[in-house]
């Protein structure tokens, strides 16, 4: 059969049952539709979780030493530099990146103008050395390494840090809003072996420093300041602390399906992995999945009950419309003509709910970023927007409602094909 | 043009009796001939019609039409057959409600290979059969004796060579009746094939050659007079 005749037909056959049509597209486009909106705001919720809450790399694993180990009592299970280059050797490691705590409390003391805002705080600091190359893709001032006694240490401010104090912090004491721009060369005093609520962990003075900002990243220390490795270095000798083991060695996997591998060395070498973030991330991200899916399902629920729907609402127009089927096979119509015609009418039905449930889906999403822009308060890590549509979802969409209608229409279609044209005609 | 031979046809009645409605039957019509079926309700005229158009081919014996053998033709082979060896004219005309006349005519066009200019033939074809007014009226918008003019014309849209009508005037007064005749035999002289089963006197009067059904066999009641020739309607 022709397209274009094919095509006729259908439009005469829809023209005449418009209603039925459009129930039945409206049962599709729910479904659909439903199907699209949920999956759209999970995907956005749990792109919100991978990338602003919980950043993580899937080709980083963080090395820690073991919390408590035999082999640390009698000298080994620690970070030391042959552990570090024997991390570096292991297969599918592409770089090791060393990383060590200033091992002295510390606490920066302000009393200024802040941004434009006068501003008198005291809080305790935590400081992590990290290798240059692991931040320095996030570095916006200066290199990052240390100038030494008496020079402004570079730091870098977690970019989540910096999210909880423009939506809590600051609205709350009335201080500006800062972007990690804006914050590039701000400096404040950092004073080492100090703690407001412990006692000092080094005998001897305090030493004051400067801290000076030089950009923020995910990978900076969330509570705290990421400064260069040799200035934690250099402290911790300052101070006769251990200078010699690494609190922590970040591993680049040649690629994400090497992590395993490289997860199960480490453990073999009597090391820890720190997986909390990633786990944390996992946690959230499969209650997100979890929570999608039974929406999803739910949609999908929907979708069986709109196919359903066209099952019934075809079988009564096939049945209603037996006559007419009888006269088109009298006029040339084969039996897989006659399915054509009925599975066309379906597809387009289909197509049509399809397509405009996914409209509405995505309507509705502009909608709901619109109102919680609006009306929902700015809590940290609110996203622009809640949603998520890549281009699969919205073409999945529109191919559910069409599989959809298919499916509801494949037993009418083949009754269509199988009518008895002589009893049809008969009398 | 038609040649049936030991044709027998059974089927399962409401009460799960076999009833033979053909038993045995055979019959040859020659091209350009106009012959009338005649026969009492029930004696298997509308089954005989359905066998040699195609719609029905579950039955013993052999049926050619136009030298096409019928029985193990697939579907599609069936198909074809019915869209380019045959028209058929129903007594309820059978005409597709929503479409306008002219859209009926063009019905068997969307069947097989795209005709050219197919909308003027659909249109010529009505003005043959007097309708080049109405072609756009939909057939509730049209007398009894207009339907069957359009399912006339529909039956002639890819000019077969034979044409099967079961009874054609059942549904028509007298006078449209009489008009409906008088079309076939113009279509008859211009040398197509009629076969028609019918109750009406003046149907069988206007045939060349009047059969009767009955147990089963045909059984020649008029013989013919004359087969015309000429060219397509």
């Known amino acids: ?427 | 043009m038609i040649q049936a031979r030991d044709v027998t046809k059974e089927y399962v009645d409401g009460d799960g009796t076999r009833v033979r409605v053909l038993d045995g039957m055979s019959l040859d019509v020659a091209e350009g001939e106009f012959v009338a079926v005649v026969g009492s309700s029930g004696s298997g005229k509308s089954t005989l019609l359905h066998l040699l158009g195609g719609l029905d081919v579950d039955y013993r014996g052999e049926v050619a039409v136009g030298g096409v053998k019928l029985r193990g033709l697939r579907d599609k082979a069936l198909a074809r057959f019915r869209n380019t060896h045959v028209g058929f004219v129903f007594q309820s005309f059978h005409l597709i409600p929503n479409l306008s006349a002219v859209e009926n005519v063009l019905l068997p066009s969307h069947f097989g290979a795209a005709p050219v200019e197919a909308r003027k033939r659909a249109e010529h074809l009505l003005e043959r059969v007097g309708l080049g007014a109405k072609k756009d009226r939909v057939p509730v918008r049209l007398s009894g004796g207009e339907r069957q003019r359009v399912a006339i014309a529909r039956a002639l849209f890819n000019r077969p060579r034979l044409l099967l009508c079961d009874e054609p005037t059942g549904n028509l007064d007298a006078a449209t009746g009489t008009g409906v005749i008088a079309l076939f035999q113009e279509l008859h002289r211009e040398g197509l094939t009629v076969l028609c089963v019918t109750h009406e006197e003046r149907m069988s009067a206007a045939a060349g050659r009047v059969l009767r059904l009955q147990e089963g066999r045909l059984v020649e009641e008029r013989a013919g007079l004359h087969v015309a020739t000429g060219g397509s309607p």
């Not at chain 1, 923020?216 to 490795?229: C, H, M, N, Y």
Request: with cysteine; hydrophobic share 50%; aromatic share 6%.
């Open chain 1, 1 to 427: 059969m022709r397209l274009d005749a094919l095509s006729r037909l259908v439009r005469l056959s829809l023209a005449r049952e418009r209603k039925g049509a459009f129930f039945s597209a409206f049962g599709v486009a729910m479904g659909v539709g439903a199907l699209v909106f949920f999956l759209g705001l999970g995907l956005g919720v749990g792109r919100v979780i991978r990338e602003d809450i919980f950043p993580t790399d899937a080709r980083l694993v963080d090395v820690v030493p073991p919390a408590v180990s035999l082999g640390s009592l009698l000298g080994g299970g620690k970070l030391d530099a042959p552990t570090v280059e024997r991390l570096r050797a292991l297969p599918g490691v592409e770089a090791a990146y060393r990383k060590m705590n200033v091992r002295v409390p510390a606490v920066t003391r302000y009393d200024g103008v802040f941004f434009g805002s006068r501003l008198r705080m005291g809080m305790e600091v935590l400081a992590l050395g990290v290798e240059p190359a692991l931040v320095q893709g996030d570095v916006q001032l200066g290199e990052f390494k240390d100038a030494g006694e008496g020079q402004p240490i570079p730091s870098l401010v977690s970019t989540r840090l910096l999210e909880l104090y423009n939506k809590t912090f600051a609205p709350a004491r009335k201080l500006p809003q800062l972007s990690a721009n804006m914050l590039v060369g701000f400096g404040f005093p950092v004073e080492f072996n100090r703690s407001y609520v412990a006692a000092a962990s080094a005998s001897g003075a305090t030493q004051a420093a400067q801290a000076q900002v030089v950009g923020a990243s995910d990978r900076a220390l969330l509570a705290g300041i990421t400064i260069p490795l040799e200035a934690a270095i250099r402290l911790n000798r300052a101070f006769g602390m251990d200078a010699e083991n690494y609190s922590g060695v970040t591993l680049v996997a040649t690629d994400p399906s090497r992590v395993p591998a490289i997860v199960d060395a480490v453990r073999g070498m009597g090391l820890e992995i720190d997986d909390q973030e990633r786990r944390m991330a996992e946690n959230s991200g499969a209650a997100v999945a979890l929570t999608t899916a039974a929406l999803a399902l739910l949609s999908i629920l929907i979708c069986l009950l709109a196919a359903v729907n066209i099952a019934h609402a075809l079988s009564a127009s096939v049945r209603a419309r037996a006559r007419e089927i009888g006269v088109m096979q009298a006029v040339g119509a084969s039996r897989s003509d006659i399915r054509a015609i009925v599975l066309a009418e379906a597809a387009v039905v289909g197509l049509a709910g399809g397509a405009s449930g996914t409209a509405a889906a995505l309507l509705l999403a502009l909608g709901v970023d619109k109102l919680a822009a609006g009306y929902l308060p700015n809590f940290p890590f609110k996203p622009d927007s809640f949603f998520s549509f890549p281009w699969p979802v919205v073409v999945g969409g529109v191919l559910l409602g069409l599989a959809a209608a298919l499916a509801g229409a494949y037993f009418p279609s083949r009754r269509a094909a199988a009518t008895d044209p002589a009893r049809t005609l008969a009398g």
